[in-house]
């Protein structure tokens, strides 16, 4: 089974991240840069699955030179071999042209399963996996806190509000995991040695078919028109309990009217 | 006047309060469209047309709950094809995000996620990085797509005719791939839906166990408020992982956040930061969470909280 993991490399939730001044995208200079948190519970399961299904994972990362570094760690978890879509033209590209720059490679190397973090946690718009699943015309298994695969036909439970829907579906297909889906594996000393040697494709969007003039910032559909740090909240009301710290609480929320 | 599109979400019957939100804010734009899939939306006529909604589309078929999201998607873009909308508003809930992004593909519009706040332009305001910035953002190409974070106005009441105008768009094949075989409902208590909900408490580190998680229940009981839980108890196992708020988990912006226990790391600021009012109760006065409080109480959670219960009790007496 071939099994691709779309991983995303992102500023570092705990190092300060913030936009650049001259054309308001994400200044990746400023924060350590870190594979997405929810793709290594992707990456995991696509290690899970792979060896469960004698399959192979590939991993698919879009993004600029430094994401290899975020590419290597998931080759020395175990990933097989990656591709690296990297082009400066690819720059500042919204979800539109993410969705279908990434889908061209897939189109083009082929896949029986796409593997995807729900969101990335720095745009956090949790849309490509239904993106891929709609420009590739396979079905969407998204949100999936368990996955199961029997020959060729796949079930997923899609977590929800109320609990999770079951869902069946036939290969191939693209799914997205949940956190806690799995436990994602550190890189073995052994992992780590062995991911220097292993195949990384660099691909451009020229080599996938697209022209330059349907990614990057500047043909997004959407744009950022401004931006300013938040201003902090206005400093509050802060006690320290003394036996009536409950108390007076209360009456805070008496005050504004919650109770 | 051009019609918004709003998709609803609902539970088969009553429509959910985000709904009445995204009617309340097309308002400003155009005549709310409702768009309605399976069954309820006679139930739910009154309230959509107490809030202003003119139209309701209904696409009464099974496939709507039997397939993942893609039926929608396509009934989306069947309706924009013929009504032209200025807009199509949609929940920031994984479904509604989803359904827009699948939306976006067939159409090639532009699409908005997480949106906090919407100005006369339909310039939408978005708050990122764990509410670090603000950021003001548009669409510009094609038909505004726009996925806005439940809670972000209050739904306004406004008359409205709320006609319902039946759909018969067959779902393609294509659209049904994915299907749900089984409905599993975990957790069906009493108390509201934590993105929905106006008031959310939550239980942190602090509180210890699972069974001490009983403690954080029964305050959010007394206020009638949903129940979340930081990403430290998830861990732990102590609650299950679809109450985490936070930045892996779900974002909130109730009236009233009560963070008990929480020492308030990045990571879980990024999904409460926008509650309107921020109350703490946490025994660390250094801990981060007591930046974004309007009260913070310095105290042990096993004597504040039950006191606090107490005392909410007594004046509901």
Same mark, same amino acid.
């Given at each position: 089974?071939?099994?691709?993991?779309?991983?995303?490399?992102?500023?570092?939730?705990?190092?300060?991240?913030?936009?650049?001044?001259?054309?308001?995208?994400?200044?990746?200079?400023?924060?350590?840069?870190?594979?997405?948190?929810?793709?290594?519970?992707?990456?995991?399961?696509?290690?899970?699955?792979?060896?469960?299904?004698?399959?192979?994972?590939?991993?698919?990362?879009?993004?600029?030179?430094?994401?290899?570094?975020?590419?290597?760690k998931a080759l020395s978890m175990g990933a097989d071999r990656?591709?690296?879509?990297?082009?400066?033209?690819?720059?500042?590209?919204?979800?539109?042209?993410?969705?279908?720059?990434?889908?061209?490679?897939?189109?083009?190397?082929?896949?029986?399963?796409?593997?995807?973090?729900?969101?990335?946690?720095?745009?956090?718009?949790?849309?490509?996996?239904?993106?891929?699943?709609?420009?590739?015309?396979?079905?969407?298994?998204?949100?999936?806190?368990?996955?199961?695969?029997?020959?060729?036909?796949?079930?997923?439970?899609?977590?929800?509000?109320?609990?999770?829907?079951?869902?069946?579906?036939?290969?191939?297909?693209?799914?997205?995991?949940?956190?806690?889906?799995?436990?994602?594996?550190?890189?073995?000393?052994?992992?780590?040695?062995?991911?220097?040697?292993?195949?990384?494709?660099?691909?451009?969007?020229?080599?996938?078919?697209?022209?330059?003039?349907?990614?990057?910032?500047?043909?997004?559909?959407?744009?950022?028109?401004?931006?300013?740090?938040?201003?902090?909240?206005?400093?509050?009301?802060?006690?320290?309990?003394?036996?009536?710290?409950?108390?007076?609480?209360?009456?805070?929320?008496?005050?504004?009217?919650?109770? | 006047?051009?019609?918004?599109?709003?998709?609803?979400?609902?539970?088969?019957?009553?429509?959910?309060?985000?709904?009445?939100?995204?009617?309340?804010?097309?308002?400003?734009? $155009?005549?709310?469209?409702?768009?309605?899939?399976?069954? *309820?939306?006679?139930?739910?006529?009154?309230?959509?047309?107490?809030?202003?909604?003119?139209?309701?589309?209904?696409?009464?078929?099974?496939?709507?709950?039997?397939?993942?999201?893609?039926?929608?998607?396509?009934?989306?873009?069947?309706?924009?094809?013929?009504?032209?909308?200025?807009?199509?508003?949609?929940?920031?809930?994984?479904?509604?995000?989803?359904?827009? $992004?699948?939306?976006?593909?067939?159409?090639?519009?532009?699409?908005?996620?997480?949106?906090?706040?919407?100005?006369?332009?339909?310039?939408?305001?978005?708050?990122?990085?764990?509410?670090?910035?603000?950021?003001?953002?548009?669409?510009?190409?094609?038909?505004?797509?726009?996925?806005?974070?439940?809670?972000?106005?209050?739904?306004?009441?406004?008359? $409205?005719?709320?006609?319902?105008?039946?759909?018969?768009?067959?779902?393609?094949?294509?659209?049904?791939?994915?299907?749900?075989?089984?409905?599993?409902?975990?957790?069906?208590?009493?108390?509201?839906?934590?993105?929905?909900?106006?008031?959310?408490?939550?239980?942190?580190? $602090?509180? *210890?166990?699972?069974?001490?998680?009983?403690?954080?229940?029964?305050?959010?009981?007394?206020?009638?408020?949903?129940?979340?839980?930081?990403?430290?108890?998830?861990?732990?196992?102590?609650?299950?992982?679809?109450?985490?708020?936070?930045?892996?988990?779900?974002?909130?912006?109730?009236?009233?956040?009560?963070?008990?226990?929480?020492?308030?790391?990045i990571q879980h600021r990024a999904g409460m930061q926008t509650?309107?009012?921020?109350?703490?109760?946490?025994?660390?006065?250094?801990?981060?969470?007591?930046?974004?409080?309007? &009260?913070?109480?310095? *105290?042990?959670? &096993?004597?504040?909280?039950?006191?606090?219960?107490?005392?909410?009790?007594?004046?509901?007496?």
């Open positions: 089974m071939n099994i691709v993991v779309c991983v995303k490399q992102v500023p570092d939730t705990w190092s300060e991240r913030t936009l650049r001044e001259s054309d308001s995208t994400l200044d990746r200079d400023a924060a350590d840069a870190v594979i997405n948190e929810l793709d290594e519970f992707a990456i995991e399961e696509g290690l899970r699955l792979a060896e469960a299904h004698s399959g192979e994972v590939t991993i698919l990362s879009m993004g600029p030179q430094r994401a290899t570094e975020s590419i290597r990656a591709v690296h879509l990297v082009d400066d033209a690819l720059a500042g590209s919204d979800v539109l042209a993410t969705s279908a720059a990434l889908a061209a490679v897939l189109s083009q190397i082929g896949f029986d399963l796409v593997i995807l973090g729900s969101e990335s946690t720095d745009a956090r718009t949790g849309v490509i996996p239904a993106m891929l699943s709609e420009r590739l015309g396979v079905p969407q298994l998204s949100f999936a806190s368990k996955v199961q695969i029997d020959g060729n036909s796949i079930t997923i439970n899609r977590l929800a509000d109320y609990g999770y829907d079951t869902v069946e579906a036939t290969l191939p297909a693209v799914i997205s995991v949940v956190e806690k889906i799995n436990e994602p594996r550190y890189p073995s000393f052994k992992g780590i040695m062995a991911a220097k040697k292993k195949p990384v494709q660099t691909m451009s969007v020229a080599d996938i078919g697209l022209d330059a003039s349907q990614v990057g910032l500047a043909n997004a559909a959407s744009e950022v028109l401004s931006f300013a740090k938040r201003p902090p909240r206005q400093a509050g009301t802060i006690v320290t309990d003394e036996g009536d710290g409950g108390s007076k609480a209360a009456e805070f929320l008496a005050a504004r009217k919650f109770i | 006047m051009a019609e918004i599109l709003v998709l609803a979400e609902h539970d088969g019957e009553a429509v959910k309060k985000v709904t009445l939100e995204l009617v309340t804010l097309a308002r400003r734009f $155009g005549a709310p469209a409702v768009v309605w899939t399976g069954p *309820g939306a006679e139930s739910a006529q009154a309230r959509l047309a107490e809030h202003g909604a003119a139209k309701v589309y209904v696409a009464a078929g099974p496939e709507y709950d039997e397939y993942v999201v893609a039926p929608k998607a396509e009934l989306l873009a069947e309706l924009a094809k013929q009504s032209s909308p200025a807009a199509v508003l949609l929940a920031n809930t994984a479904e509604g995000r989803e359904v827009g $992004g699948r939306l976006a593909v067939k159409t090639g519009w532009g699409i908005l996620t997480d949106v906090v706040g919407l100005d006369d332009d339909m310039n939408a305001e978005q708050v990122i990085f764990g509410g670090a910035i603000n950021v003001t953002s548009r669409v510009r190409s094609g038909t505004p797509i726009i996925a806005v974070r439940p809670n972000t106005i209050s739904p306004e009441a406004a008359p $409205g005719e709320a006609a319902i105008e039946p759909v018969s768009i067959t779902v393609s094949d294509a659209a049904k791939q994915a299907r749900i075989t089984e409905r599993v409902v975990q957790q069906r208590d009493a108390r509201p839906e934590l993105t929905e909900a106006s008031i959310v408490v939550s239980g942190g580190r $602090g509180v *210890g166990s699972a069974d001490n998680m009983a403690l954080i229940e029964k305050l959010a009981d007394s206020l009638g408020a949903a129940v979340g839980a930081s990403r430290a108890v998830t861990d732990a196992g102590w609650y299950p992982h679809q109450f985490q708020v936070g930045q892996t988990g779900k974002t909130v912006s109730p009236q009233l956040y009560v963070a008990v226990g929480i020492s308030g790391a509650s309107k009012t921020i109350m703490v109760v946490n025994k660390d006065p250094e801990a981060p969470i007591f930046e974004l409080a309007d &009260f913070g109480v310095v *105290g042990d959670l &096993f004597k504040v909280v039950p006191q606090l219960v107490e005392e909410i009790e007594k004046r509901a007496g």
